[in-house]
């Protein structure tokens, strides 16, 4: 296992401990607490990229780790903060809903052989959740905008997803 499937798989089990953290404190010191864990975690996405293709460790299982990886935490994070009564279900299911859509046209994909890189939309849209998520974390007056520009954004992601790979549900009769 490389150092960046590693770094990956370390994002996955903090995936747990922030959700935990974030469902229990209500302090103003624990709530900074769990956002900078949350930014943390989320640069180890930066973090494992960069090595492996610096290292030239680019694997099968770390394309599908990382955007697991990465869906893991921001969609877990969100669905705490529908518990937590922060934001609105709606634009959540919207955000959930394309990233299933994405996984299954990923497995649908890997069924046939094929595996799906991260497209410029999909990084675009990590940036934009993980600023969000941020955002939302620290209850700014603005946030509810910055939610739905990102869901925008992910949406589009989802949709240039699908136009680049419908390909793969071409039938060969």
Do not use: H
Not at 40 to 61: C, F, P
Not at 65 to 73: E, G, S
Not at 142 to 170: C, E, M, P
């Amino acid at each position: 296992m490389t150092l960046a499937s590693k770094i990956t798989l370390a994002r996955i089990f903090a995936t747990p401990v922030i959700v935990y953290l974030l469902l229990t404190t209500n302090t103003t010191y624990s709530r900074l607490f769990v956002i900078l864990l949350f930014v943390i975690t989320s640069l180890t996405d930066v973090i494992d990229g960069y090595l492996a293709r610096r290292l030239k460790q680019i694997t099968t299982l770390g394309k599908f780790l990382d955007p697991l990886a990465d869906k893991l935490l921001i969609t877990s994070v969100l669905i705490c903060m529908v518990e937590m009564r922060l934001v609105e279900s709606i634009p959540v299911i919207i955000i959930i809903a394309r990233e299933f859509a994405v996984t299954g046209l990923r497995l649908i994909a890997a069924g046939e052989g094929v595996v799906i890189d991260a497209s410029r939309w999909g990084k675009y849209k990590t940036i934009a959740q993980v600023v969000t998520v941020i955002i939302l974390l620290l209850r700014l007056d603005f946030a509810v905008i910055f939610l739905w520009l990102t869901v925008l954004i992910t949406v589009l992601s989802g949709f240039d997803y699908f136009k680049k790979n419908i390909r793969i549900f071409a039938y060969e009769g």
